[in-house]
Nanobody, 120 residues
Framework: QVQLVESGGGLVQPGGSLRLSCVVS????????MAWYRQAPGKERELVAR??????TNNVDPVKGRFAISRIVSQTNYLQMSSLKPEDTAVYYC???????????????WGQGTQVTVSS
């Protein structure tokens, strides 16, 4: 069974940095892409950044120049967050489009989420 496990969240002061990690486990045949989403209280879940298997990436405007998503290496992906702002406070979720070895198609998988709080 495929699982995505995030880590690295926590409390940080404005202007600080955090690095989130997402590790994919299971009998994996291929990963099409991995992404980070976030959901703040009372708001919808939104895309933060995505990386494809070829290494191409895209970040949404609010985080451009501050967040960087890494390539997928050994079924692991990182989100480096810098110059954090209070409005970055949210639960951050790892997302993957993954094909298990026993499956014929790719499926969407989510991690359980990790809390990031930016506050002084």
């Amino acid at each position: 069974q495929v699982q995505l496990v995030e880590s690295g969240g926590g409390l940080v002061q404005p202007g600080g940095s955090l690095r989130l990690s997402c590790v994919v486990s299971g009998n994996i045949d291929s990963i099409n892409s991995m992404a980070w989403y976030r959901q703040a209280p009372g708001k919808e879940r939104e895309l933060v950044a995505r990386v494809f298997s070829d290494g191409s990436t895209n970040n949404v405007d609010p985080v451009k120049g501050r967040f960087a998503i890494s390539r997928i290496v050994s079924q692991t992906n990182y989100l480096q967050m810098s110059s954090l702002k209070p409005e970055d406070t949210a639960v951050y979720y790892c997302h993957g489009i993954i094909k298990e070895s026993r499956e014929a198609t790719y499926r969407v998988y989510w991690g359980q989420g990790t809390q990031v709080t930016v506050s002084s």
